[in-house]
Nanobody, 114 residues
Framework: VQLQASGGGLVQPGGSLRLSCAASGRIRSIKTMRWYRQAPTKERELVATITNDGVPTYADSVKGRFTISRDNAKNTVYLQMNSLKPEDTAVYYC?????????WGQGTQVTVSS
Protein backbone atom coordinates (compact mmCIF):
# COMPACT_ATOMS: atom_id res chain seq x y z
CA VAL A 1 0.00 0.00 0.00
CA GLN A 2 1.26 3.45 -0.92
CA LEU A 3 -0.03 6.87 0.06
CA GLN A 4 0.40 9.89 -2.20
CA ALA A 5 -0.23 13.26 -0.61
CA SER A 6 -0.66 16.50 -2.54
CA GLY A 7 -2.01 20.01 -2.25
CA GLY A 8 0.52 21.76 -0.06
CA GLY A 9 2.08 25.09 -0.89
CA LEU A 10 2.58 28.71 0.12
CA VAL A 11 -0.47 30.71 1.15
CA GLN A 12 -1.04 34.05 2.83
CA PRO A 13 -2.59 34.25 6.32
CA GLY A 14 -6.35 33.89 6.05
CA GLY A 15 -6.08 31.82 2.91
CA SER A 16 -7.13 28.27 2.15
CA LEU A 17 -5.60 25.04 0.94
CA ARG A 18 -6.97 21.57 0.31
CA LEU A 19 -4.78 18.55 0.91
CA SER A 20 -5.45 15.18 -0.65
CA CYS A 21 -4.01 11.77 0.10
CA ALA A 22 -4.77 8.79 -2.12
CA ALA A 23 -4.05 5.22 -1.11
CA SER A 24 -3.18 2.63 -3.74
CA GLY A 25 -2.26 -1.02 -3.78
CA ARG A 26 -3.94 -4.09 -2.31
CA ILE A 27 -6.62 -2.45 -0.20
CA ARG A 28 -9.62 -4.24 1.23
CA SER A 29 -11.00 -1.73 3.67
CA ILE A 30 -9.50 1.39 5.19
CA LYS A 31 -10.46 1.98 8.79
CA THR A 32 -9.14 5.18 10.33
CA MET A 33 -7.75 7.99 8.20
CA ARG A 34 -5.82 10.86 9.77
CA TRP A 35 -3.79 13.95 9.11
CA TYR A 36 -0.78 14.81 11.26
CA ARG A 37 1.61 17.73 11.04
CA GLN A 38 5.10 18.49 12.21
CA ALA A 39 6.55 21.97 12.47
CA PRO A 40 10.30 22.60 12.73
CA THR A 41 11.67 21.76 16.18
CA LYS A 42 8.27 20.41 17.29
CA GLU A 43 6.86 16.93 17.73
CA ARG A 44 4.41 15.48 15.25
CA GLU A 45 0.84 16.28 16.28
CA LEU A 46 -2.51 14.83 15.33
CA VAL A 47 -4.61 17.33 13.39
CA ALA A 48 -7.75 15.44 12.40
CA THR A 49 -9.21 11.93 12.30
CA ILE A 50 -12.09 10.43 10.35
CA THR A 51 -13.45 6.97 11.06
CA ASN A 52 -14.68 4.49 8.47
CA ASP A 53 -18.19 5.66 9.41
CA GLY A 54 -17.24 9.22 8.49
CA VAL A 55 -17.11 10.63 12.02
CA PRO A 56 -14.51 13.42 12.29
CA THR A 57 -12.55 14.70 15.26
CA TYR A 58 -10.14 17.64 15.39
CA ALA A 59 -7.34 19.11 17.42
CA ASP A 60 -8.51 22.14 19.36
CA SER A 61 -6.10 24.33 17.41
CA VAL A 62 -7.89 23.68 14.10
CA LYS A 63 -11.54 23.27 15.14
CA GLY A 64 -13.84 25.45 13.07
CA ARG A 65 -11.15 26.06 10.42
CA PHE A 66 -10.21 22.62 9.08
CA THR A 67 -12.49 19.92 7.69
CA ILE A 68 -11.48 16.30 7.14
CA SER A 69 -13.41 14.15 4.69
CA ARG A 70 -12.97 10.91 2.79
CA ASP A 71 -14.03 9.26 -0.44
CA ASN A 72 -14.09 5.53 0.17
CA ALA A 73 -14.58 4.72 -3.50
CA LYS A 74 -11.30 6.51 -4.27
CA ASN A 75 -9.48 5.48 -1.06
CA THR A 76 -8.74 9.16 -0.54
CA VAL A 77 -8.75 11.45 2.46
CA TYR A 78 -8.93 15.24 2.23
CA LEU A 79 -8.15 18.12 4.55
CA GLN A 80 -9.79 21.44 3.73
CA MET A 81 -7.90 24.17 5.58
CA ASN A 82 -9.46 27.61 5.84
CA SER A 83 -8.47 30.77 7.72
CA LEU A 84 -4.88 29.59 7.76
CA LYS A 85 -2.48 31.08 10.30
CA PRO A 86 1.32 31.26 10.34
CA GLU A 87 1.31 28.70 13.16
CA ASP A 88 -0.26 26.19 10.77
CA THR A 89 3.04 26.08 8.89
CA ALA A 90 4.29 22.49 8.95
CA VAL A 91 4.80 19.35 6.96
CA TYR A 92 1.45 17.55 6.82
CA TYR A 93 1.35 13.76 6.79
CA CYS A 94 -1.56 11.50 6.00
CA UNK A 95 -2.04 8.21 7.81
CA UNK A 96 -4.34 5.27 7.22
CA UNK A 97 -4.97 2.09 9.13
CA UNK A 98 -5.82 -1.04 7.15
CA UNK A 99 -6.55 -4.12 9.24
CA UNK A 100 -3.69 -4.14 11.79
CA UNK A 101 -1.26 -2.16 9.64
CA UNK A 102 -0.38 1.54 9.70
CA UNK A 103 0.68 3.45 6.60
CA TRP A 104 2.10 6.95 6.21
CA GLY A 105 2.28 9.35 3.30
CA GLN A 106 5.46 11.17 2.35
CA GLY A 107 4.41 14.56 3.71
CA THR A 108 3.46 17.78 1.98
CA GLN A 109 4.73 21.21 3.03
CA VAL A 110 2.25 23.91 4.01
CA THR A 111 3.68 27.39 4.54
CA VAL A 112 1.50 30.26 5.74
CA SER A 113 3.29 33.56 5.32
CA SER A 114 2.79 37.03 3.95
Amino acid sequence: VQLQASGGGLVQPGGSLRLSCAASGRIRSIKTMRWYRQAPTKERELVATITNDGVPTYADSVKGRFTISRDNAKNTVYLQMNSLKPEDTAVYYCYVRIAIYNYWGQGTQVTVSS
